[in-house]
């Protein structure tokens, strides 16, 4: 079951990282605010192209305020993940300590196939963030 399961993840993240941008929305910008663990900073896109230190002031407020939650939500799609993979970490110990108890040892491979599955969304979730924020 978490082999069908393994492999399916990995399947849909090959599918959709070949769907996806490969790379962030703009990365390509000259004034590219920094990444902190891979996490936007909340106002990436915002910026003029020639200053960096001012908003366009040609964007609407709606863009705006979408930009700004669009960099949030994608920080919390990244955060997810970091979570999951301490889950599967968590897991992992788990079964190494389980001492082949089978309730324990059942325990960690529920831990492991719910954290793969929470990874699974959040990488997924992530990109699809990125690619609405590309229509932006």
Known sequence: MIRRLLVYGI??????S??????PVHADAPCSPPN???????YRG???????KTIRSDLETQTILLTIALNVLQAA????AYVAIGFIIKGGYMYMVS??????????????????IGLV???TAAMVVNTIAGVL
């Open 11 to 16: 399947s849909v993240i090959a599918v959709l």
């Open 36 to 42: 902190f663990l891979g996490m936007p900073a909340w």
């Open 99 to 116: 001492t082949g108890s089978p309730d324990a040892m059942a325990r960690a491979k529920n831990t492991v196939r719910d954290a793969l």
């Open 18 to 23: 070949i769907l996806a941008p490969a790379t």
């Open 46 to 52: 915002l910026q003029k192209q020639d200053d960096c």
């Open 77 to 80: 799609m990244v955060v997810v």
């Open 121 to 123: 969304i959040a990488i």
